[in-house]
């Protein structure tokens, strides 16, 4: 009721606020429509829920109970940072639908333009600065900022992965790429010594995510940024066994909780990659400042 007060919203959108089950969600929506508290409203495949103009109780004396209901909830403050996550991202649902009906060029194929390339060209706009790859593995993307950041430390926890990387580093010529054996959750990187710390595809292989990512917090100076590139939430079981994985991705709130909980301020979570075969892994990039 707190959150349907402020907008109409799908049960998909509640569930991914609330982060709770769809079923549960939708049987307590029944009970709320069948005592006239709310109505519901369907749209193609999709129902929304609102509160009822004309309810049982009236409304000024409705919102003085909820918001009375929800001021000892903790719950309440992270709902309403991932209500407006997802109201943003149903505006920027539609705005990339009409942005796809305006012209079409771009869209098919063109000789020479690639993420890879484009991926070069983003890495030499990076400015001199102190980088921390945190779950590196053999440091591919290590070596990549290393072509233009002042320093760059790879840290993984496998002994052969760090080897191999110092090898590659040497053969490369990158004096300015070290590795370090270490965890993700106590890397061995000194406190506010680092501008930008990276986790790709990495956070889910931490035992505790938010052990992690508050290490991150502690080797960034102030105003330094973590970029998170992971996998969203997915219910793919042989990761485990396949790639190691301690953890099926993350929901976009599920990061947006995490990095507001360390302290981290402007946060941006958005999807920016949806494969398209099975079993259509998407990938989620999260950004935070300290």
Known sequence: MNLLQAEELSVAEIQEVLGMGQSRISTHLARLKRSGLVQDRR???NIYYSWTPAGPIKEPELRSLVRLAVADMPEAAADR???????????NRTREY??????????????????????H????????IDVADLGAGEGTLSQLLAKRARKVIAIDISERMIEVGTQLAKDHGFTNLEYRLG??????????????????????HANSPHKAIAAAMRILRPGGR??????LSHSFEQARELYADLWLGFSEVELLHLLEQTGFR????????????????QTVLATGVK
Request: aromatic residues 8%.
């Open 183 to 204: 965890d993700l959750e106590e890397p061995p990187i000194a406190n506010s010594s680092i501008d930008l710390a990276v986790f790709s595809q990495a956070l889910h």
């Open 43 to 45: 749209v193609g495949k």
């Open 121 to 128: 060209l983003l890495i030499t706009l990076i400015p001199a």
């Open 98 to 119: 009409f942005n796809k009906l305006a012209g079409k060029f771009g869209r098919s194929f063109c000789p020479g333009r690639s993420w890879q390339a484009l991926a």
């Open 226 to 231: 973590i970029v998170i590139l992971d996998l």
């Open 266 to 281: 402007e946060n941006d979570v958005q999807v920016v990659s949806r494969e398209l075969s099975s079993p259509y892994f």
């Open 81 to 91: 940072s991932g209500l407006k996550h997802v109201l943003a991202k149903r505006r």
